[in-house]
């Protein structure tokens, strides 16, 4: 138990909802009596001007108000001030009905960190959610979410979910807006915390206005904070894939002969191929890397194990390594050319050469640049935590 023995809070973000504020506040503490819960219904308000925090306090809510805008940022607030043990989540509008908690409740009480609602499994009212949301917007996120953080989550969005208050916190959520939904989902599977699921029915909001939901905006956020919390399939897998495929080209191209013989064509878009790919897995480190010195994820084994590998000096040595290799190719060429006199050159057999040799210098810059990158957002990142 927490503060005065308090097992649950039922927390509502909140931001003018003063037509329904007050039924789901009624509904939330007829549940907590009906169920024996020692509990409290939390509203965190987001700066309403309606009335809706007066409302919420005449039926029977504790308010606390939250400066910052967003609905991210009135969840982490409210989770803050929560005083029980677990808590469960949900939205003000009446789209869920908060008189039936129960299998949230008995989920957190056998033992799971994150207890989350599937629209999908519990059943969806007419006109409960947008034909995009229900057969584009969550299917696709939800699908992706499972893809990039490997969980078996049915409905990575559904605004109604309870939790461990204890371990929520430990995952120093931060996004302010809606992509909060999927940065708790993502930190808790990547923590291995214990997650579960529940059916649960979504019903037309009561509101009686737009949502502050925006289906294109809110689900890009979605979906451009999965790519950035997880570059592995951002920028890693494509990365890798069209190294191996350029680079593969490219020595078919100085091997092949006769009947196989690789034009400079050919050849020419294998290199591209490999400095993109090179150029994305730089990115992949650099984004990950970001990731970890903000706090966002904790340090993966691999790079614990792994930074004497990726530290700044090893990239420089690297760069110049692949530089220098590729200026030395260079000069052979240009000797060679100057043995022949500096006349005519055929470019369908001297391109053979000059591209990959231009390519060892062009990634070679890349690495070492990248490098110098890294250590100037070091520095900065040092000076800040200094005082």
Not at 17 to 24: F, I, P, Q
């Amino acid at each position: 138990m927490e503060e005065g023995g308090v097992e649950l809070t039922v927390l509502m973000p909140c931001l003018n909802e003063a037509r329904t504020v007050a039924k789901c506040v009624e509904a939330a503490r007829n549940f907590l009596r009906a169920a024996g819960v020692h509990g409290e219904v939390l509203v965190a308000d987001n700066g309403s001007t309606d009335g809706s925090q007066a409302l919420a306090e005449a039926a029977g809510a504790r308010v606390v108000p939250v400066s910052e805008r967003g609905y991210g940022a009135a969840l982490i607030g409210g989770i803050s001030e929560a005083r029980g043990r677990y808590v469960i989540m949900g939205d003000a509008d009446d789209s869920y009905d908060f008189s039936r908690l129960q299998a949230f409740v008995a989920k957190l009480r056998e033992g799971a960190d994150l207890v989350m609602g599937n629209r999908f499994r519990g059943g969806i009212e007419q006109g409960a959610m947008p034909f995009l949301h229900r057969y584009l917007g969550n299917p696709v996120l939800s699908f992706v979410g499972r893809l990039f953080f490997r969980t078996n989550i049915g409905d990575f969005h559904c605004g109604l979910r309870g939790f461990s208050r204890a371990a929520i916190q430990k995952l120093g959520l931060l996004t302010p807006g809606m992509e909060f939904a999927s940065e708790m989902v993502a930190k808790a599977a990547l923590a291995g915390l214990r997650i579960e699921e529940v059916p649960t029915t979504l019903r037309p909001d009561g509101r009686g206005r737009p949502p502050h939901l925006r289906t294109w905006r809110d689900g890009w956020r979605h979906l451009r904070f999965m790519f950035l919390f997880c570059p592995r399939w951002l920028f890693l897998y494509p990365g890798l894939a069209l190294l191996l495929a350029g680079g593969g080209a490219m020595l078919a191209g100085l091997t092949s002969a006769g009947a196989t013989h690789l034009g400079i064509h050919s050849m020419l878009y294998a290199g591209a191929a490999v400095i993109l790919g090179v150029q994305m897995l730089a990115f992949a480190l650099l984004t990950k890397w970001l990731a970890v010195l903000a706090g966002m994820v904790a340090e993966p084994k691999w790079m614990e194990r792994g930074s004497p590998l990726f530290s700044i000096e090893n990239g420089l040595l690297s760069g110049l390594a692949l530089f220098l290799a590729g200026l030395v190719w260079s000069l052979a060429i240009t000797l060679d050319w100057g043995r022949a006199g500096f006349g005519a050159l055929n470019p369908l057999e001297t391109m053979r050469s000059v591209i990959p040799a231009v390519t060892l210098i062009a990634i070679g810059s890349e690495v070492a640049m990248g490098s110098l990158f890294a250590g100037a957002l070091l520095s900065s990142w040092r000076s800040r935590r200094a005082p």
